[in-house]
């Protein structure tokens, strides 16, 4: 494989990644530019395999979509609704915290709470909500509110986001999911999500939730109408944000999902572009210890060949999703934990039960 790398004129490259020497913006062009996917992935499982050996993490985890009412309502998403139009919905906090309720029977240990940008919700509703699920299961750690969601609930609080991450850190929130993120080129964000908060606002949301002790995920939405130029950037950004604060567990790339969106002329992302998307990445940021194949987004047979492509985790039994959903995913909504064993035993990886934070519940 080394010498097909070298006739691929990746040479250089891999040389630099068995060195463990740093990728430049131009080497990450180069790496979404090659038709070698297989050099690629070769390149990007050496990295994957010595950050993460032959794991392949995933979580028994539950998602609650509290509400879908949204001012932003951004051209590549099928969930934000306008308030009082069709399909859109709020529950009021005790049909959040029922949501963990009906599950309680289950070793579910984490719940991932997102949602839209609310014009009325008050502050005390998403500390409640917080406070709610702590009382009824203590031991369930929390990952909610993507940043953009916290820079809005500054704004409502009428606090720094320093100051509002703290209160809801006593509330009960435990770590920051990765969305919002999008691609953080002014351009595209202006043509798709004017009114989101910027790329810019995006990382320092994150870097100061790094600064008051909650690690978050990071994510990149492709396949739209981004450059490749532009998804280098997006990776740059946060590996230069990592350097900072080294806050980030995950990177998770999210393939963009047209149906039932106001970009719904575009077509789904090739199963080449998903795991180019998964492999540079893994290739570039050097300092996010894990990647993340999700399977709700590209499909469980994708997730399970990216764990040769530089992914070491396939996220978990998402138990409810949504969001992908509405613009026209077609997994199924949750996965069973054998499912999920049986898909990474036959990838040739050891399957490992995680925490969120990456701690060890339980190896198959």
Known sequence: MEAFIEKAGLGD????????????????????ETPHLLALGYMANLVRERK?????????????????????????????????TDKAYEMSVSEAVDKVRERLGEPISEVHIVGGIHPDLP??????????????????????????EIDHLAKIAGKSVKETLELLMEAGLDSIPGGGAEVFSPRI????????????????????????GLKTNATMLYGHIETIEERVDHLLALR?????TGGFLAFIPLSFHPKNTEMSDLSRTSGVEDLKSIAVARCFLDNFPHIKAYWVMIGPKMAQIALSFGADDVDGTVKEEIITHMAGAET??????????????????????????YDVIKEY
């Open 13 to 32: 490259i891999l040389q630099k990644i068995k060195n463990e020497e740093r990728l430049s913006r131009e080497d990450g062009i180069r790496l979404y």
């Open 52 to 84: 993460n050996g032959n794991n392949a993490y995933f979580i028994y985890n539950q998602h609650v979509n509290y509400s879908n009412v949204c001012t932003n309502l951004c051209k590549f998403c099928a969930f934000g609704k306008e308030k009082g």
């Open 123 to 148: 502050f005390s509703y998403y500390t409640d909500m917080l406070k709610g699920i702590k009382e009824i299961k203590p031991e369930m750690h929390i990952q909610a509110f993507t940043c953009v």
């Open 189 to 212: 964000r202006e043509k798709t999500c004017p009114e989101k908060l910027s790329g810019e606002g995006w990382l320092e949301v994150a870097k100061t939730a790094h600064r008051v």
């Open 240 to 244: 230069e944000a990592q350097d900072e």
């Open 332 to 357: 199924e909504q949750a996965m069973a934990i054998p499912e999920l064993v049986r898909i990474i035993k036959e990838a040739g990886r050891t399957p490992i039960q995680r925490g969120t934070l």
